[in-house]
């Protein structure tokens, strides 16, 4: 089955500063990746999402970028600010199959 | 537009009894799935219903047990809780009609503690 390797596993960053988080898939089926943030005590929240059939893609500060030859695709946050403190969750989906693998998540802190 | 709802919030068993959850998707939304989250992990997909039938199920033993009623509201049943049973679980909906199938919302959750 599939294999979602996500790092790292804690991130933190001072408030403005960019962060990047990366993940790597192992099933070249999957084709589409969403990420959700979840703030404690809370259900994951999806943030942006990206198929196989595009590159890159961009929602304000955040931005997914996909390179399906090496499998592996990342979540970018520009201009961190506090509330983006929460766990960060990438997952991998096997078209026809409609479920997503997650990640083990990634705690990112932002410090005021 | 009303998000996915679960009930209870929270909820304390001990070992051996049974337990039920139960689910409500987000509007327009006919297809549900349940995760298990173990403290510090991802979601682990539990099974998916779609027309009242479990459409798909992942590595999680018989004493996990679901429903899906004429509403697209959900219900997961546990039988014989272990401590390991531990959790929180999530619901999560999808529309294969209004959309992309992919595309899970995910509710609050319930947070099950077994003693």
């Known amino acids: 089955g599939e294999n979602v390797e996500q790092h790292p596993s804690t991130l933190s960053v001072q408030e403005g500063d960019s962060a990047v988080i990366k993940c790597t898939y192992s099933d070249s089926a999957s084709n589409y990746f969403p990420w959700y943030k979840q703030e404690l005590g809370k259900g994951p929240q999806l943030i942006i999402d990206?198929?196989?059939?595009?590159g890159e893609k961009k929602d304000q500060r955040i931005a997914v970028t996909l390179n399906k030859t090496a499998k592996h695709f990342s979540l970018h946050i520009t201009e961190t600010q506090p509330e983006d403190s929460a766990v960060y969750f990438c997952?991998?989906?096997?078209?026809?199959?409609?479920?997503?693998?997650f990640g083990r998540g990634t705690s990112l802190i932002v410090h005021p | 537009d009303a998000g996915v709802t679960q009930s209870p919030t929270h909820l304390i068993k001990t070992r051996g009894q049974q337990v039920t959850l139960r689910c409500s998707p987000k509007s327009g939304h006919d297809t549900v799935s349940w995760y298990q989250q173990a403290l510090g992990q991802g979601p682990q997909f539990i099974f998916q219903y779609y027309e009242e039938e479990e459409r798909q199920r992942g590595n999680f033993p018989d004493r996990f047990s679901g429903h899906q009623f004429p509403n697209y509201s959900s219900e997961l049943n546990v039988n014989a809780l272990l401590l390991g049973d531990s959790a929180l679980y999530l619901c999560?909906?999808?529309?294969?009609?209004?959309?992309?199938?992919?595309?899970?919302?995910f509710g609050p959750g319930t947070r099950l503690l077994v003693l």
């Open positions: 990206i198929r196989s059939n595009v």
């Open positions: 999560a909906s999808s529309s294969p009609s209004g959309g992309s199938l992919e595309t899970q919302y």
């Open positions: 997952a991998a989906t096997k078209g026809g199959s409609y479920i997503p693998t």
